[in-house]
C-alpha cells in the first residue's frame, strides 16, 4: 500500500490543478480517491483566489474508472454508498461555480469517462482514448451513461455502452465528447491557455453562466428564455458588467472587482 496521498493539488495563476495520484491502478476512484477530490473541490469552492480547476492524472492513464478489486470485495450496502459517493462527486464538479477542465492523456474508462464527460471543458492528448466498457464484464455501465448521455448525443452514446469499444481522441472530440485533441506534448501548454483564458474573464461573470448553462438546458424552450432573461438582468446589475461595458466602450481593457 502506497502511502503517497491519493490526490496532488498545486495552484499556479488562479488555476487549481488537482491530480488523481493512483498510477500504479490507472488511477482508479477508489473511496479514498473520491473522498479527497470531494474535498478538494469544497475547499476551491470556498477559495476566491481560484478561477478554473483542472483534473488531471499522474502515471500512464487519466483514469480507469472505479477500482474494481475493492468494488468486488465490499458487501452491498458498501456498493451503494461507493456508488452513491461516486454520483455525488460528479455532481459537485457540475455545481462547483468555476470552470473544471478535464486533461486527458491514456486512458479514460468507465466512470474515468463518466468524469471526463461531467467536466466542463476537455482536452485530451491525440493518442488518449475512451470507453464505457462495463458491457464487457458484465456490468452496463449505467452511472456513467448519466454523464456521457448528457455531453454527447444518444446513439454516439448507445454505441460506447452496448459495444465497450475504445474510441480514439479524434473520435471522441468529433462527438462532443472533449472539446480538442492535441498533441501530447502540447497537451499541458494547451490546457494552461484554456485556463489562462478563463480566469481572465470576470469570476462574477461566470460564476452565473455556469450555473444557468446546465439549468436551462433541462428546461422547454419557453422556460429556458424566462430563465436565462432573468439571469442576464441579474448580470446587468452586477459592477463587473458596468465595468466590462465600460471598458468595451472606452477601448480599454477592463478591471474586474
Known amino acids: 500500500m502506497s502511502d503517497e496521498a491519493p490526490l496532488l493539488r498545486r495552484d499556479q495563476d488562479g488555476t487549481a490543478w488537482l491530480t488523481l495520484n493512483r498510477p500504479a491502478t490507472r488511477n482508479a476512484l477508489s473511496v479514498p480517491l473520491m473522498t479527497a477530490l470531494e474535498a478538494a473541490l469544497t475547499d476551491v469552492a470556498a477559495d476566491p483566489s481560484i478561477r478554473v480547476v ?3 492524472g499522474a502515471g500512464p492513464a487519466f483514469c480507469a474508472g472505479h477500482d474494481l478489486r475493492e468494488l468486488r470485495g465490499l458487501d452491498r450496502d458498501a456498493q451503494a454508498a461507493l456508488f452513491t459517493q461516486c454520483s455525488r462527486l460528479m455532481q459537485s464538479i457540475v455545481g462547483l461555480h468555476v470552470p473544471v477542465i478535464a486533461r486527458v492523456h ?8 463518466q468524469l471526463v464527460a461531467s467536466c466542463d ?9 475512451f470507453a464505457t466498457p462495463g458491457v464487457n464484464i ?3 455501465c449505467s452511472t456513467p451513461m448519466v454523464a456521457l448521455s448528457r455531453a454527447v448525443g444518444r446513439k454516439a452514446a448507445m454505441e460506447m ?3 465497450g469499444e475504445m474510441l480514439d481522441a479524434t473520435r471522441a472530440a468529433a462527438l462532443g465528447l472533449i472539446n480538442h485533441a492535441v498533441p501530447e506534448a502540447a497537451l499541458d501548454d494547451a490546457v494552461r491557455r484554456l485556463a489562462q483564458t478563463i480566469a481572465s474573464k470576470s469570476p462574477v461573470t461566470v460564476g452565473l453562466g455556469k450555473p444557468a448553462f446546465y439549468a436551462q438546458a433541462e428546461m422547454p424552450l419557453a422556460d429556458a428564455y424566462d430563465y436565462a432573461a432573468a439571469v442576464m438582468l441579474r448580470n446587468m446589475q452586477e459592477q463587473d ?3 466590462g461595458i465600460d471598458a468595451f466602450l472606452e477601448k480599454r481593457a477592463p478591471v474586474w472587482g
Open 241 to 243: 458588467a458596468h465595468e
Open 161 to 163: 455502452l452496448l459495444t
Open 54 to 56: 483542472v483534473i488531471a
Open 138 to 140: 458484465g456490468l452496463f
Open 121 to 129: 471543458l476537455a482536452i485530451a492528448a491525440d493518442t488518449a482514448r
Open 106 to 113: 491514456g486512458i479514460a474508462t468507465a466512470a474515468g469517462c
